[in-house]
């Protein structure tokens, strides 16, 4: 079975740019989640999503946002983007939504912001 | 607002031997605490959870202890081998996971 697969693998974009990833989770797993992980902050939660509906949402401003298609890939987005946005996005898959449900990673998108 | 945080940035062990990160947790009402591990370049992985009606759970070669008192989490490694070299996270939640910045293992041979 294919793990989670995220696309890009780099980016780089400038300032006030505004950048899409992608996230393809595990197949049958319908909920994802997107995280940020930056060496001064380590991982942080930016959202979950189950059968396209937002369950989860951790305290990022509104810049960033997300969507879940019907066939369960996901998509995050980062508006007016800014240098302090450099990190690496993280998307996980789980069967269902709620903890105990093990999130299963993708390697994640570096982004850049130059 | 709630924190999560380890208690050394870096741990060194001698290969064969156990061993032990630690992390501490501020929210009193998280109900649910998992540790993941991540290799270079990789995304994080799953190694063990634990749930606050349990103060210890084992899996292969780790245990998990948990003190609610003191609110602190503790992964342990048995036999610590080369391929356990990573960065460990800590986790904790009520209705979010809340991670720690992470402990990186080194294993000295």
Redesign the interface.
């Known amino acids: 079975k294919a793990g989670?697969t995220q696309t890009p693998r780099y980016l780089i974009k400038t300032r006030g740019q505004q950048v899409t990833l992608s996230c393809s989770p595990i197949s049958g797993h319908r909920s994802v989640s997107w995280y940020q992980q930056t060496p001064g902050?380590?991982?942080?939660?930016l959202f979950?999503y189950f059968s396209e509906t937002q369950r989860?949402k951790?305290n990022f401003p509104g810049r960033f946002s997300g969507r879940q298609f019907s066939n369960s890939r996901s998509e995050m987005n980062v508006s007016t983007l800014e240098l302090g946005d450099s990190a690496l996005y993280?998307c996980?898959s789980s069967l269902r939504t709620g903890?105990?449900n093990?999130?299963?990673?993708?390697?994640?998108t570096r982004l850049t912001v130059l | 607002g709630e924190s999560v945080g380890l208690h050394l940035p870096t741990l060194s062990v001698q290969e064969g031997d156990n061993s032990i990160i630690n992390c501490a947790y501020s929210n009193s009402a998280s109900?649910?605490f998992i540790w993941y591990k991540q290799e270079s370049?990789?995304?994080?992985?799953?190694i063990i959870?634990i749930?606050s009606n349990m103060d210890k759970r084992q899996g292969q070669r780790v245990t998990v202890l948990l003190n609610k008192t003191v609110k602190h989490l503790s992964l342990q490694i048995a036999a610590t081998q080369p391929g356990d070299s990573a960065v460990y996270?800590c986790?904790t939640?009520r209705?979010?996971?809340?991670?720690?910045?992470?402990t990186r293992l080194h294993i000295l041979p």
């Open positions: 989670v902050q380590g991982l942080q939660f979950e989860n951790g993280l996980a903890l105990g093990e999130q299963f990673f993708g390697p994640g | 109900d649910y370049g990789k995304g994080p992985q799953f959870d749930r996270f986790g939640a209705d979010k996971i809340i991670f720690g910045k992470g």
